[in-house]
Structure formats: structure tokens, C-alpha cells
């Protein structure tokens, strides 16, 4: 049983540009959440997805959109970037969107310069 | 709005001690309290999780403490050793709103030798 993957591991960009980060989930997942951790805080709810449809959304802008893919595998997509975007971006999967146990990928560091 | 709030932000105990860290949630909803566990670099690892229909669980030298009526659950660290040195978070969930969590700030505990 393969874990939650995530890439690239760490990523440079620049304030106004567009990133797309990925993530596996561990097999047989079919859900998929993600959050922002910023430096020295706790992680941040983005969004999550349960078969391939956007279920659930927190506090963030429209900026910030995803995809599920039939394979369960997800992509977070950030336009317009902002210094203040710049934060370790963590999935999580887990068998069903109602089971409480999510397991985390170890994360995609992003700096915004 | 904070939902759930942790403290210490930071701990300091010798090996073999007990670490005792606390949170406290305002959302009566949640149903599921999970702590985690992230090294530097890494993403979260579940620790243990307990449900409000149960006071206390014990899982090796881990025990979450759990008072519905405060409000407030706690992690016990027993015979504490140097590589339990970590970030833990707090957080809790609520099935009606599709498992999502919401974390604590954190907790840096280091294990002195």
C-alpha cells in the first residue's frame, strides 16, 4: 500500500504567477482534502474532493481552485500569486469523505517571492 | 474565529517525563478529536483520536483526556523520550461537514536527554 505523494517537494515563484501542485492519494482513497500551513502555525482547510467534485470549501479565494482526476490523484492551482501564499501546502486522503482518519503527503514548500 | 485553541505554543520536559499539552474547541458539532504528530519537513502523522462519547483513550504511551462539558481535551506524553521532539497539533471534526479539520496552533515539544 503506496502512501500520499505529493510534488514538487519545494517550489520558487514569483508574486502575480500561477503554480499548480500535486498529490496521489494512498490507494483506494477517493477523497482528497487540502490545506495551507503557514510558518509556525497549523495547517488551514483549502478545499476537498470526493469523486472527482469539489465537496466542501474553506475560507479562501477563488484564486485557489483543484481538480480530482478518475484516479483519485488531485491538483491545486493558485493564480495571481501572493507574498502572503508563500506556506507549506499539505493533502490529505482518506477512503471515504466521511471517515475521519486522513492520512497527509509530507507537503509541497512554496515561496512567494 | 479560532475554533480551536492550544496551548502551550511551546514545551520543554526531560526524558522520562510526562508532556502534557491542552485544547479547548468552541464548536459543540465536532465529533471526532485527533492528535498529530509532524517533524520538520515531514507532513502530519495521526497519533490517536478519540470520539465525545468516551472520557479518556489510552494508545501505548499516548493518552488523550477528554471533558465534553469544558469543552477541553489533553495529550499525555508518558516516559517522554528525545524523539517524541515535535510539533503537535490538536484538532477536531464534524461528520456533518464532511470530516474537515480544523487544527490547533501547534505545540513544539523537545525531549531533553
Known amino acids: 500500500e503506496t502512501g500520499v505523494t505529493q510534488s514538487p517537494t519545494h517550489l520558487i515563484k514569483t508574486r502575480g504567477q500561477q503554480v499548480t501542485l500535486r498529490c496521489s492519494s494512498q490507494?483506494?482513497?477517493?477523497?482528497v482534502s487540502w490545506y495551507q500551513q503557514a510558518l509556525g502555525q497549523g495547517p488551514q482547510f483549502i478545499f476537498q474532493y470526493y469523486r472527482e467534485e469539489e465537496n466542501g470549501r474553506g475560507n479562501f479565494p477563488p484564486r485557489f481552485s483543484g481538480l480530482q482526476f478518475p484516479n483519485y490523484s488531485s491538483e491545486l492551482n493558485v493564480n495571481a500569486l501572493e507574498l502572503d501564499d508563500s506556506a507549506l501546502y499539505l493533502c490529505?486522503?482518506?477512503?471515504?469523505?466521511?471517515?475521519?482518519?486522513?492520512?497527509f503527503g509530507p507537503g509541497t514548500r512554496l515561496l512567494v517571492l | 474565529q479560532q475554533q480551536v485553541k492550544q496551548s502551550p505554543q511551546s514545551l520543554i520536559v526531560q526524558k522520562g517525563g510526562i508532556s502534557i499539552i491542552n485544547c479547548a474547541y468552541e464548536n459543540t458539532a465536532f465529533d471526532y478529536f485527533p492528535w498529530y504528530q509532524q517533524f520538520p519537513g515531514k507532513g502530519p502523522a495521526l497519533l490517536i483520536a478519540i470520539r465525545p462519547d468516551v472520557s479518556e483513550k489510552k494508545e501505548g504511551r499516548f493518552t488523550i483526556s477528554f471533558n465534553k462539558s469544558a469543552k477541553q481535551f489533553s495529550l499525555h506524553i508518558m516516559d517522554s523520550q528525545p524523539g517524541d521532539s515535535a510539533t503537535y497539533f490538536c484538532?477536531?471534526?464534524?461528520?456533518?461537514?464532511?470530516?474537515?479539520?480544523?487544527f490547533g496552533e501547534g505545540t513544539q515539544l523537545t525531549v531533553n536527554p
Open positions: 490529505a486522503s482518506r477512503a471515504d469523505m466521511y471517515q475521519e482518519t486522513q492520512y
Open positions: 490507494s483506494g482513497h477517493n477523497t
Open positions: 484538532a477536531a471534526s464534524k461528520r456533518t461537514s464532511g470530516s474537515r479539520l480544523t
